[in-house]
């Protein structure tokens, strides 16, 4: 039946994309939105053109983003379904942020959190928060960004949704440290970390403990910092994020700098070569620099 054959298409332009193929992605939803179309499923439809827009800004193709997006919108103004109009604005919003239109960007994501909250979506709601804080803390509005990630971890943590809950209490750790608050953001971190152990995400476990890493070597308490650095840099390798283990291991270099020398010799050496790996030139030749001066 076309439904399935819609239904497969979805299936796999989603498994390409969490793969990281998105290209291959994209030609996917492009199937699933002729099949949705040939059945006469206008919701199908615009859900799938809502994922080609998010895709198409994540290539970097902003027009092409746009029109799919503009084109969802039209059909699911024309079906009334607020719910999926919310998930249309939130990716415009996305877009505007790339384009440098942060007011744009933020009237797109109150138009979307006041939309989640008519139709009771909370996760809809705790994500629009998330992006109105990282905006606010863009703008370096510390007070009312940890205010909009306060109310998204909240109802993050009552809608179950354990992954995201996790980042925003790293976006709150990041905040709590700018505004001098340490212990907080030291809490905020490990509970994070926590959460991503229980839940089997090596990739989000490596960031908090990096995150909690360089909170403590910025706060003197070297063994526990060396501890965590070098966890992080373990877990990044492990997960084959070679720009997250190079600033793990660069952090962990400039910590060993007069009490290990030999050591942080060492881990400039494996940061360079994991940046260059990367492509990340500047950060290599930072971390030669550096190697230099010891």
């Not at 308490?221 to 650095?229: G, I, Q």
Request: charged letters at 30%; aromatic letters at 6%; a negative charge.
């Amino acid at each position: 039946m076309p439904i399935t054959k819609a239904e497969d298409a979805m299936t796999e332009a989603e498994r390409l994309w969490m793969a990281g193929e998105l290209r291959p992605a994209l030609e996917a939803y492009r199937r699933a939105r002729v099949y949705f179309h040939e059945v006469d499923d206008p919701e199908g439809e615009a859900t799938t053109l809502t994922q080609i827009g998010a895709l198409e800004l994540q290539c970097g193709d902003p027009k092409a983003a746009r029109e799919a997006l503009v084109e969802a919108r039209g059909i699911l103004a024309r079906l009334g379904d607020q719910h999926e109009q919310g998930a249309v604005l939130v990716v415009l919003g996305e877009l505007s942020e790339k384009e440098g239109k942060l007011d744009d960007a933020l009237d797109f994501y109150v138009s979307a959190r006041d939309i989640f909250i008519a139709v009771g979506e909370a996760t809809g709601q705790a994500h629009t928060w998330e992006k109105i804080g990282d905006l606010e803390l863009g703008k370096g509005r510390e007070d009312v960004a940890m205010d909009c990630y306060q109310r998204a971890y909240v109802l993050y943590r009552d809608s179950g949704a354990v992954l995201r809950e996790a980042n925003v209490l790293n976006a709150l750790g990041d905040v709590l440290e700018r505004l001098g608050r340490n212990e907080k953001a030291h809490q905020a971190y490990e509970c994070s970390l926590d959460l991503y152990r229980q839940n089997g995400d090596m990739l989000g476990e490596a960031e908090a403990t990096a995150r909690l890493g360089r909170l403590l070597h910025r706060l003197g308490d070297v063994p526990h910092a060396r501890e965590s650095l070098t966890a992080a840099a373990h877990l990044f390798e492990k997960a084959g994020h070679m720009v997250g283990a190079g600033e793990a291991l660069l952090e962990l270099a400039r910590l060993e700098t007069g009490r290990d020398d030999e050591g942080a010799r060492h881990h400039y050496k494996k940061a360079a070569h994991h940046f260059d790996s990367a492509g990340l030139h500047a950060m290599k030749t930072q971390c030669v620099e550096e190697l230099g001066q010891l």
